[in-house]
Structure formats: C-alpha cells, structure tokens
C-alpha cells in the first residue's frame, strides 16, 4: 500500500476502520499518513463534538490532503531553514579566513619588510604604490607599534623600492631630521 491508496481510504471511510489490517500498517511506517490520520480524527472528533450529530461540510479527503501538504511544507521550510543557516555560517567562516590569511604570493615574487624611521605606515605605502602595483602587494599590520610594511613584488621591483624607502625615509634627507629650536624665556 502506498500514500496514494492510503489517502484515498482515508477519504472514503471513517478513521476507525483505519486502525487495523494493512492501512494501520501502512500508517505506522509512514509518518505523513500517521500524522494526517491523527489530525482527520481530531478534527472528526472536534466537529462531533461541537455540532453532535452534523457532520463536517468538508470532504475527509480535502482535510487529509491539506494536513498532508501542510506536513510537506513545514518539512520543506525545516529543510530550507538548516540550508540557509549553513550557508550563514559558511559565509562568516570564509570572510573571518579571507580576512586573517596572507596574500598568496608566486615564486617570482620576493617578501621583505620594512621598519620605517620617519615616515609613517600609510605615507610609505602611498610612496611605494605606483612601483608595486599591479603585480606586488603591500601589507600594513595595523595597531603595530613599530613602524613596519611588508612589501611582496618581483625582484626588480623590489630593488626600486629599496631606493624609494632610503631616499624618502632617511632621516638625513626628510623632515623628521630637522631639528626644531625653541629660543630661550629669559
């Protein structure tokens, strides 16, 4: 016996002669068609129960065919919601991963960091942008209390932006060198 043949029984005879043979059978090991006898009977027995004799205006089988489809939907929203909410968490996992994870680099490119003496993080990163890019990449770590870039380019590159660094953060050649004197209060 399958679902089809249960609801059609269910639709054409009372809930009791139901309970045995192979449509009880059938209802124990289906759960949709358990619940959906569960529910014709306790609506069966609501309407006895408040209209006594009056039987209910609605075909049995239009009820278990909308318990029935009520049961599918709240299965397929269940279904929909763990999707969704493994997506959610797959989301959060990958952005928290791309945010904490190294630039992958190619072997042509050559890593060195930097500790700056004059210039601060952001002002060598806007120095060296136009000899890095678009192949290299510069990295700030922030809140570092030493003055630090990391800089990932080619190896030619890399030479180009050795020179930059020593000219413009040299403090014999910027304006952290320059010393400020205060005159004397006599």
Wanted: proline share 6%; hydrophobic share 40%; with cysteine.
């Amino acid at each position: 016996m399958n679902c089809d043949d249960y609801l059609s029984m269910l639709a054409t005879s009372p809930v009791e002669e139901l309970t045995r043979g192979r449509a009880r059978e059938h209802a124990v090991g289906c759960r949709g068609c358990d619940r959906a006898t569960h529910m014709v009977a306790e609506y069966e027995h609501a309407a006895q129960m408040a209209f006594g004799d009056i039987y209910s205006t609605v075909p049995v089988a239009q009820t278990a065919m909308t318990a029935f489809a009520a049961a599918r939907r709240r299965t397929v929203a269940r279904n929909y919601s763990v999707g969704l909410g493994i997506a959610a968490v797959a989301t959060v996992f990958f952005m928290v991963a791309s945010r904490n994870s190294l630039p992958i680099v190619s072997r042509s490119m050559v890593r060195e960091t930097f500790r700056l003496q004059c210039l601060s993080p952001a002002q060598a990163a806007e120095v060296v942008r136009p000899y890095v890019q678009p192949t290299g990449t510069i990295r700030i770590r922030p809140n570092e209390p030493l003055g630090l870039i990391e800089v990932a380019a080619s190896p030619q590159r890399m030479a180009t932006v050795r020179s930059v660094l020593d000219r413009y953060d040299s403090p014999a050649e910027s304006q952290c060198a320059v010393q400020v004197i205060v005159p004397k209060v006599p």
